[in-house]
């Protein structure tokens, strides 16, 4: 037990390191990036002396350490700044943001898990057969598909074509929440089906690793049902490559669904960091990148937590 | 700040019985969606004029004049055009009655001086005008008096654009409140996800045929919603699939595919603006003139046209700087402007003793014309005998490195065709290019002394010819803008900021 403690201790000193190096690399990387915000918010217009003036104004020709110091200070407090083309705390654009990314996160992992997982271990278990060739071709087509690719198929399949769901946006003023979640179907399904060819490949891999162990062949020689071997004894041992993949791919997601966003137009965390490099809106860029990093370490520790309930040999 | 909710109810209610019996058959319950690049920076027209607050601003705030057809400065706010005294120093503009802000305020005299006043300290048009105004005062509640410390042709196109009327106590350093005067106000504004704007139930239209932005102006859709959808593929399918009802700035390849749609259709609005070579005059290899001529005579604006826009109905080579059928058209001066001489353009490199030094061309991708004209045009030049250095970069980064003169030598931009030819940009001297010359000095006085349109044409015909001698620019050529708008839209007219009064959503 106080293994696990110092463990966990351990993980969070290094999450607590990681995040400090965030903040001072992101302050660095988007200070030496060419580009002004004022120089963007005036558009083509403006004079050298129009922006100079609105540089002042936000404060921007404050010295580097001035604003680093004021950008640290304000995390210490919780205080993440404020978006100077929005108008509005960072915190409460990431808010606002949250919930298209959060579900467009969800359904697209439950999409790929539901896909991947069965054909997987089918697949694993049927090694060598047509049905194994076929899932092996469709997921190295499947992984290789521009997820923004897709994505515009499925609009003019199922937006344009069919007229089934909206081909972009997440929804109106009086736009219900299911309405909404109905915006998310395509892009989501887009997601997910890049992400199930991954995750297939994976399990399929993890499983062929253990169905030749001996545990495998004593389970089917003590006369135990072949679904039990599977579910049971295989599957629990190849777990811990597949939660690897599937954490790895829900911190991508969160992060990084900007093409995907993007293309779909909705108001989510990824499109948030695209127009605010677009804009050197440094304050949201430094922000969000700073809550994307606590996100990703954040599921990082907790797959490595998953890890020790799932082996019992991780937590010794 | 909360920018996100600015209800207008207030005044509706009460006023909605001062409209027409026609007004009131024409109106719907319909709401316009209308897909555009993306999210405006800020509702603030004042301090970012850039083409998507325009567009969205004008249905909710309104000048004192505004352009027509012909590009001519109209009343809008104003009652009538000023009158101006005989030395062309005093212009007594009166204000229509009667009108209202989307607060229930009543907009006077009061409200006009405290927005020209700011507009003139945060505007970068309006601190040039700033720079020749005496004075601007009330007189009575319904009309100002602006006092020239010298005379200035273009003020009333400069009061066409962004000098936008907001109430005295709504004038702030940095905007809260956007209430205007428009036939549309707005009621709340999501970044990155909608702006939306609602019937402005006591509007006060002003007169006449409606005339570009001028005339009648009627909010006949109940709302509209302003929808940033930055893929410009999303915007081709959300029109055809009938989730937009006008999808702006569309790339020229899905012509086809919309004019092929059943449920929308193309729209080619000619003219929509001109792209640009600019010139470092004040630092490196171009401050010499002979140089900057090569450069001129060097480029082939056809081809460089074509590899922008493909397609002949997309642009036009011309090297007017404002096209055909535009009242400032004319071909004074423009000898060098042709096919592209590379004999002509070395004679003239060696009059200049170019030395070798490679010229740093700096274009955008995100423009992805900007970027097309560059590969022509380094092509041209490196046959004519420069050596070219291909800069392509993010236009964020290019809008900085242009402001320092150490970092470049040509800069590709584009600009729409203004309502006043002294309003373009190159020819102020602290644009990034800083052109300065004698000659221009004192053509450009002649513009600012014109007393009539004819001195004015005559003036401008002057200053055409003139910047083709000094060159601080190359104009490659017009282009048109292609938008889409839904087969159901039966009146939808093409503006440059398109506008959605006068037009009917579908049932």
């Known amino acids: 037990m106080l293994k696990i403690s110092q463990a966990l201790l351990h993980r969070l000193g290094g999450m607590v390191i990681v995040l400090a190096l965030v903040v001072t690399v992101v302050f660095i990387i988007v200070r030496v990036t060419p580009g002004d915000p004022a120089a963007v918010m005036l558009g083509s217009d403006a004079t050298p002396e129009d922006i100079a003036q609105l540089r002042a104004k936000m404060g921007l020709d404050a010295p580097l350490i001035a604003q680093y110091a004021q950008f640290v200070l304000g995390i210490l407090k919780g205080d993440l700044g404020q978006s100077i083309f929005l108008g509005q705390p960072v915190a409460q654009a990431l808010a606002e943001r949250a919930e298209p990314t959060f579900f467009l996160t969800l359904f697209s992992i439950l999409i790929a898990v539901v896909i991947a997982l069965p054909v997987g271990i089918f697949s694993a278990v049927k090694r060598g057969t047509p049905f194994d060739q076929v899932v092996v071709t469709l997921t190295m087509v499947a992984a290789s598909i521009p997820s923004f690719w897709l994505g515009l198929m499925l609009i003019q399949v199922f937006a344009v074509g069919q007229g089934w769901f909206p081909a972009s946006g997440y929804g109106g003023p009086d736009t219900s929440f299911v309405e909404r979640l109905n915006h998310l179907v395509l892009p989501a399904a887009a997601l997910g089906i890049v992400n199930s060819a991954l995750i297939t490949r994976f399990t399929r891999a993890a499983m062929l690793d253990v169905l030749g162990e001996d545990y495998v062949r004593t389970a089917r020689a003590k006369g135990a049902g072949e679904g039990r071997v599977i579910l049971k004894h295989a599957l629990k041992n190849a777990l811990i490559p597949i939660i690897t993949v599937i954490g790895l791919s829900i911190a991508m997601l969160v992060a990084g669904a900007v093409v995907t966003e993007t293309v779909f137009g909705l108001p989510g965390i990824g499109n948030l960091v695209v127009s605010a490099v677009l804009r050197r809106d440094y304050p949201v860029i430094q922000g969000t990148l700073l809550v994307v990093a606590a996100i990703y370490v954040l599921i990082n520790f907790v797959v490595d937590m998953l890890y020790m309930i799932v082996d019992p040999r991780v937590r010794q | ?507």
Request: one cysteine or more.
């Open chain 2, 1 to 507: 700040m909360m920018r996100k909710t600015l209800l207008v109810a207030s005044c509706a209610a009460a006023l909605a019985g001062f409209t027409s019996p026609t007004a009131a058959e024409a109106r719907s319950d319909g709401v316009l969606t209308v897909a555009t690049v993306g999210e405006p920076p800020t509702l603030d027209a004042m301090q970012t004029p850039t083409d998507i607050v325009l567009t969205i601003d004008q249905h909710i705030f309104e000048t004192l004049f505004t352009y027509d057809a012909e590009w001519k400065s109209v009343p809008l706010l104003a009652a009538a055009m000023p009158e101006v005294s005989e030395d062309g120093l005093t212009y007594r503009i009166g204000l229509r009655e009667g009108v209202k802000f989307h607060d229930g305020s009543a907009f006077d005299s009061e409200d006009v001086v405290a927005s020209l006043s700011r507009w003139m300290s945060v505007n970068s048009k309006g601190k040039q005008v700033a720079s020749v105004v005496e004075s601007v005062a009330k007189d009575g509640e319904h009309a100002i008096v602006i006092k020239l410390k010298s005379r200035y042709a273009p003020l009333l196109a400069t009061l066409s654009q962004a000098s936008i009327i907001i109430p005295s106590e709504k004038v702030a350093d940095t905007l809260t409140d956007f209430i205007g005067t428009g036939p549309y106000a707005l009621k709340e504004r999501k970044p990155d996800q909608y702006t939306q704007l609602v019937r402005f139930e006591a509007y006060k239209s002003p007169e006449g045929e409606a005339s570009n932005y001028a005339g009648k102006r009627e909010a006949i859709a109940k709302e509209i919603r302003f929808v940033p959808v930055p893929d410009a593929n999303t915007r081709v399918e959300g029109l055809i699939s009938g989730q937009f009802d006008y999808a702006d700035a569309l790339p020229v390849s899905a012509f086809e595919r919309v004019e092929a749609s059943d449920s929308a259709g193309p729209v080619i609005f000619e003219n929509a603006g001109w792209a640009s070579l600019n010139m470092n005059m004040k630092e490196g290899v171009l401050t010499k003139k002979a140089l900057r001529q090569a450069v001129q005579v060097a480029l082939n604006p056809s081809d460089m046209m074509l590899a922008a826009f493909s397609d002949e109905r997309f642009f036009s080579v011309d090297g007017s700087i404002f096209p055909e059928g535009f009242l400032w058209h004319t071909e004074e001066g423009i000898a060098r402007y042709g096919e592209g001489d590379p004999e002509a353009a070395a004679a003239l490199i060696e009059e200049g003793g170019y030395d070798g030094t490679p010229i740093r061309l700096l274009t955008s991708r995100q423009y992805e014309f900007h970027y097309k004209i560059g590969e022509v045009a380094k092509a041209y030049l490196g046959a004519a005998g420069f050596k070219v250095d291909l800069e392509v970069v993010d236009w964020a980064t290019l809008t900085t490195r242009r402001a320092d003169p150490k970092q470049w030598d040509i800069f590709i931009t584009h600009s729409n065709f203004p309502g006043d030819p002294t309003t373009i940009n190159t020819i102020t001297d602290s644009y990034p290019g800083w052109y300065v010359s004698d000659q221009k000095a004192k053509a450009v006085a002649a513009y600012m002394a014109a007393a009539d349109q004819d001195q004015k044409i005559k003036a401008w015909q002057g200053i055409q010819a003139v910047i083709y001698d000094d060159a601080p620019l190359v104009k490659v050529g017009n282009f048109n803008a292609l938008a889409g708008v839904s087969k159901s839209i039966p009146d939808y007219t093409p503006t440059y900021w398109p506008h959605f009064w006068n037009v009917t959503p579908k049932k």
